[in-house]
């Protein structure tokens, strides 16, 4: 089975599915696909307990990440950039909160 990067399945999806003003139905079609993942989950639907993908955790995934990319699409967003410079955002509140840790664990220390 192939591999595909998040950009070339954004690619893909935006060559087979691009309607630029349908924004709120894309959307929509998002917040039925996420209560599809929550049903999916609490009924803890697997594809490796069900031999097909149909219903499953996998597939509902699957559609959620669809929907945000036809979005992402729709607003002209490349997913991987955002992802990288969501990343950097998260890697330096990580480094802080990791500083203001061990600050704390000097001061109790101390006491």
């Known amino acids: 089975m192939e591999s595909y990067s998040l950009k070339e399945i954004q690619v893909h999806i935006k060559q ?58 729709q607003y002209g967003i490349d997913m991987e950039e955002a992802m990288r410079l969501k990343e950097e955002i998260k890697q330096q509140k990580m480094a802080k909160r990791k500083v203001e840790d061990e600050r704390k664990k000097l001061e109790d220390s101390s006491t």
């Open 16 to 73: 087979t599915e691009y309607r630029p003003k349908d924004k709120q139905a894309s959307f929509l079609k998002l917040v039925e696909e996420v209560g599809e993942l929550s049903e999916a989950i609490r009924k803890d639907s697997r594809m490796t307990e069900t031999k097909s993908i149909k219903g499953t955790i996998e597939e509902e995934l699957y559609d959620v990440l669809y929907y945000v990319l036809v979005l992402a699409n």
